[in-house]
C-alpha cells in the first residue's frame, strides 16, 4: 500500500484543519488505519486509529475531544479533522496502514508525513 498525506499548513490555535491520506492497493478497505505525529526532538506518538469496518475508532487522551478519524472505503482514504489545535499539536503528521492499535512499529504502510503548525 502506498500512501499520500495531505492538508496540513499552518493555523493559529484554537483553529481547525483536515488532514487527508489517500491509499493505491487492495488491501486499504480490510485493514485498520492510524494517524501518527512527530514533533521536534520528540518520539513519533500514537493520535488515531479507526478499525477496518469505520466502526471503532480509538485516541490519544491528548486529543479525545478535538480530533476525529474517519475513512471512505469506496475513495481509499482516510481522514483526521482536527478542531480546538493547540501550539502543542505541531507536529508532522503520518499516515499508517495494516497495523494493531496504537502500536506504530506494528504498521507497515506509512505515508510520508505533512506537517501541522499550529501557532499561539
Known amino acids: 500500500v502506498q500512501l499520500q498525506a495531505s492538508g496540513g499548513g499552518l493555523v493559529q490555535a484554537g483553529g481547525s484543519l483536515r488532514l487527508s491520506c489517500a491509499a493505491s492497493?487492495?488491501?486499504?478497505?480490510?485493514?485498520?488505519v492510524a494517524w501518527f505525529r512527530q514533533a521536534p526532538g520528540k518520539e513519533r506518538e500514537f493520535v488515531a486509529v479507526?478499525?477496518?469496518?469505520?466502526?471503532?475508532?480509538n485516541y490519544a487522551d491528548s486529543v479525545k475531544g478535538r480530533f476525529t478519524i474517519s475513512r471512505d472505503n469506496a475513495k481509499n482514504t482516510m481522514y483526521l479533522q482536527m478542531n480546538s489545535l493547540k501550539p502543542e499539536d505541531t507536529a508532522v503528521y503520518y499516515c499508517?496502514?495494516?497495523?494493531?492499535?496504537?502500536?506504530?512499529?506494528?504498521?507497515?504502510?506509512w505515508g510520508p508525513g505533512t506537517q501541522v503548525t499550529v501557532s499561539s
Open positions: 499508517a496502514v495494516g497495523g494493531r492499535g496504537t502500536f506504530a512499529t506494528s504498521y507497515g504502510s
Open positions: 479507526v478499525s477496518a469496518s469505520g466502526v471503532f475508532t
Open positions: 492497493g487492495r488491501t486499504f478497505s480490510s485493514s485498520a
